[in-house]
Every structure is written in C-alpha cells, then in structure tokens.
C-alpha cells in the first residue's frame, strides 16, 4: 500500500509546497538538517532524537550534506505523525511558563485556553470533560498530576 494513505492529495500538496521552501539549491531536495524545521513548519512536533532515528542515524556530516526528496520524508512525516505527540515530560515544561508563583499549579482558566490552541484543537466539552475535578476551590489545577492524567486517558 501507499505509505501516504492517511494524507489527502491535498494535504500531502501543502506538504510539498512547504517542502519546496527548503530548497536552497533548486535540485527538489533538502538538507537532512532541515528536516526537523519543516516537520515542525508543518504542524508536528518531534523530537531531533526522533527524527534522527527516523533518517537512520546519519553523523553530523550526513546531517549536514545528505539530501532527500519529498518522496522520501513523506514516510517519515507520516512516521512522525504517528507517534505519541510528545511526553508527559514535554507538555509539563509547555504549562511551566503559566505557573506565575512557581508553585506547580497554573489557573483552570489559562489551562483551557492551552488546551484549545495545542496541536489537537479540542472542543468545549472535551475540554470540560478533561478539567472535571481537576481545580481546586481557588480554581488553581496542579498541571503536572493534570498532565499524567490526560497522558493515561
């Protein structure tokens, strides 16, 4: 089978034309260093330990002047968008920065609006399914209990 199948032909077409603003040289292909910029120019979010295993491991050099084509990162956008979208770990730091007293807890109020903008857009109501019982009477959630709780759902 494709290994496309679960990008639209015109989804992989936007995909190919933020592709092609990588292409210093003109030849249809890019750096294997950018690959992680434009994975992220399209939405995703890995890890450069993640697409560094996804390219194989290359050294720094490789890294530096191997090239590839579009037919060769559309797997590997598709690998990246199916993995777990980034650790408890990851989402903890991205809530950190609302933690105005630096005491492990954010505003629900704030919360739901990181919610809303993160990667999946969620609706209201997931949201609200999500924050049942998470805050405490003066509205404050601990986002790191919060956070392992989404990871488990």
């Not at 077409?13 to 120019?41: H, P, T, W």
């Not at 739901?112 to 509205?139: C, F, Y």
């Amino acid at each position: 089978g494709a290994p496309a199948a679960d990008f639209s032909a015109d989804q992989i077409e936007d995909f190919k034309e933020a592709f092609g603003l990588f292409d210093r040289i003109g030849d249809s292909q890019v750096a294997f260093n950018q690959v992680a910029d434009i994975m992220r120019a399209l939405g995703q979010n890995p890890t450069n330990k993640a697409v560094t295993e996804i390219l194989g491991n290359p050294t720094a050099d490789d890294m530096a002047n191997k090239r590839l084509n579009f037919e060769a990162f559309l797997p590997m956008l598709k690998k990246v968008d199916s993995m777990p979208k980034g650790t408890v770990d990851d989402y903890v730091e991205g809530l950190r920065v609302f933690d105005k007293e630096g005491n492990g807890t954010v505003m629900g109020a704030e919360l739901r609006i990181v919610l809303s903008t993160l990667g999946e857009k969620m609706s209201e109501p997931e949201i609200d399914a999500l924050m049942q019982g998470q805050e405490d009477e003066n509205g404050s959630v601990h986002y790191e209990a919060f956070v392992k709780h989404i990871m488990s759902v």
